[in-house]
């Protein structure tokens, strides 16, 4: 049943863990979309499968969030952002998914995780941009490798099971130098390019839609994170001066300043949860959970608005 506020209950957030200070090294791009649309509805915060391998079988990933005020149980940013829309649509700021034109199409010919396409949803337009902007940011995701701030307690088996999954031998053999690197960067400059037309329809303010916040800003800053944390402070000077300093403008979007961040170990939840989790633990893309999962309780500090 939709409300008109906030719950008073907390949501319980999962995110991935990274390593201390976590307030300015958490940056994995899914969860903080979600983190994003939490922070615009206001909500206060204290899952099984969420999406699907294009032969159908399961992939467990994070976020999650559980909702005591509901009994709701959401995985994946996308659907986590429609719940908080339904449930709450007047808290916070809002509209999460204001009308709007959203044509940016992005081809790879290479992804590494084969997940389904763009599934059927009432927020087509929006559906779909989360598609291919989450392509074209993955396809420059090796620029992230040396600087990408592992939580140290799981660090070397984190990096190994990576490793594995993209079949080299070490975390350490898909880092990129010299030509290479430059070549990726100028990739990614062009890509920051061709999606920033986006933002020309309304430039009285940074957004998409001028100076109100969407959904779709959400998509782009979470991604815009974690370039941010693990791009050297050069390359990051670089990216934000492209394009007239358009997605610099993003941290903004991202900032964490009215943000307190509460954590606890996985192992420190609730036996219900654990129980609730146990085939995702054992399932492909749920190393998450088993090398580096730390439950954040994110908490909206109501003085701090």
Known sequence: MPTTSASSSPIIFY???????????????????????????????????CRKFADGKDFFT??????????SLIGDSFDIAVYLHKTYPSSGGGDLFPAQTLDFDFKHPFIQVPLSECRDSEFPEYAKLNMNVDAAFTAHTQLTVQGFPFDPATEDITRSDFAKRVGVTRWEDLALVGEERDKLMDSFR?????LGKLFMTDTTG????GTKVSYADM????????????????EWTQVTSWHHG???????LTNLSHVTLHYRAAQGCSDSIVN?????????????????????DIMIDPDSA
Request: proline residues 9%; aromatic residues 10%.
């Open 15 to 49: 995110d991935i863990a990274t390593r201390p200070p976590v307030e300015k090294t958490c940056c994995s791009p899914n969860p903080w979309k979600s983190r994003l649309a939490l922070k615009f509805k206001d909500v206060a915060l204290k899952v099984p499968a």
């Open 62 to 71: 994070l976020p999650i969030i559980e909702d005591p005020a509901t009994g």
């Open 190 to 194: 062009d890509m920051l390019g061709g």
């Open 206 to 209: 940074p957004f998409l839609l």
């Open 219 to 234: 998509m782009v800053g979470a991604w815009l994170r974690m370039m941010h944390v693990t791009l050297p402070e050069s």
């Open 246 to 252: 358009l997605f610099g403008k993003f941290s903004l």
């Open 276 to 296: 609730s989790r146990q085939e995702a633990i054992n399932a492909r893309g749920a190393s998450y959970y088993r090398y580096g999962c730390l439950l954040r």
